[in-house]
């Protein structure tokens, strides 16, 4: 593809949409590469969340107005700020008479449905505000409904995409708008065959970025964030954290799948399908630089970040009819998967297996894994002990499970933790500890000062 042609796709999350003066930052960097034809957005900060709790069963009437109002003035302060061009005002009030509807109609009816329909919401309004900010720069831009192109499944909550419809329906819907114009188009959301609303999962916009570049074939993925690039780990954490400048495909899907947010679990699989690189980057200080994942990296070191991820439950089974036997395991996985449920890690011995679930298939509104009927069932050929508030602590790196010492070094920081499961070897690209939630912070920090502050 010549240099003329070339197509970088831009995502914004969050906070980088989260006020006018955000989108304006955002715009900027937007202009200041004629490449970047694509513009994918995530709903304004704390937008989403307001729309998960509209879908509570819980919810009374009072804060369901309230939620609604408190979406509306973070909305409205945008429109306000850019002057309320009139088709733009129409649009925002016509999403949030819709949040109203749907909120509605989920009292009565508690489809997952009508959640995803709901839960599409925000991205719904960022998209036409941040268009409307281009436009104000003077740009040629349109907001471009995604669900025409960005073809799912019918899982509800946590779509799956069909990658060869999508890039069918780019090549003719998307694809032939961007010689003119600047499109800016909702991250998270997708529709099924019927044309009914389905979201990817929170944090999800990533992945639609993703999706969408691996279609368009562009040449880059920009994943514009609040913070410079990705971390050795969570800044948050620890404020001695580095910015990598560069890491391979590989080690940051082992990152993104160990709990590292900055970039959801599935963002990398599209990139590695087409080659495509990706940035991380601040889109409040974008002078600051930031990560390229790339398929190849000049340097691959052992030990690369630590990464951590909450809210882990722990599930031990135990029968005696394990010892010596066949197809326990066999059956024990058939059941889980019957259930719909991923596992994550695993560890056995002669009479009992603790496996973890994989929780970041779940589903937008955040619904729990293990049900009644399952834990029953499960129940039926062994003895199930559930443990909850854990957390898991990932090593990233390369050579791994082949370089001498690492063991060594990692327990010595653990000493004075109680780990709960260890995982190592199975992958060259992590070493995994699974801790109580309550001390993780503490051992990614003594961790990253172990190994990073040397
Ligand atoms: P966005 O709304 O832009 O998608 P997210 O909140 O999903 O942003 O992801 C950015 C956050 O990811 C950061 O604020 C940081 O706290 C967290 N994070 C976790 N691990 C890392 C890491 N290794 N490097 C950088 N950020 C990380
Ligand atoms: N708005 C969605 C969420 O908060 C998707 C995203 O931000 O990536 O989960
Ligand atoms: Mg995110």
Redo the contacts with the bound molecule.
Sequence with gaps: MSIANQIVVAKF??TSVADYLAMSRCADIVLANQHTRVVVV??SSG???LLVELTQATLEEDRRKQVIKEIASIQYRILDDLGRPEAVAAKIDSVLSQIDNLSEQLILNRSKQIMDELLAQ??QCSSALFAAVLREKGESASAFDVRQVLRTDSHFGKAEPQIETIAHLVEGQLQPLLASQRIVTQ??IGADEHGTTTTLG?????YSAALLAEALKADAVEIWTDVAGIYTTDPRLAPNARPIAEISFNEAAEMATFGAKVL?PATILPAVRQKIQVFVGSSKEPERGGTWIRHQVSNEPVYRAVAVRRDQTLLNLHSLQMLHAQGFLAETFSTLAKHKISVDLITTSEVNVSLTLDKTGSD?AGNGLLSESLLQELSQHCRVRVEDDLALVAIVGNKIASTAGVCRRVFEVLEPHNVRMICQGASPHNLCVLVAESEAAQVVQALHQNLFEG
């Design positions: 999350g969050g995530s709903a937008v989403t969340n925000g991205e991250g998270f929170r944090g999800g916009s990533d959801h937008s």
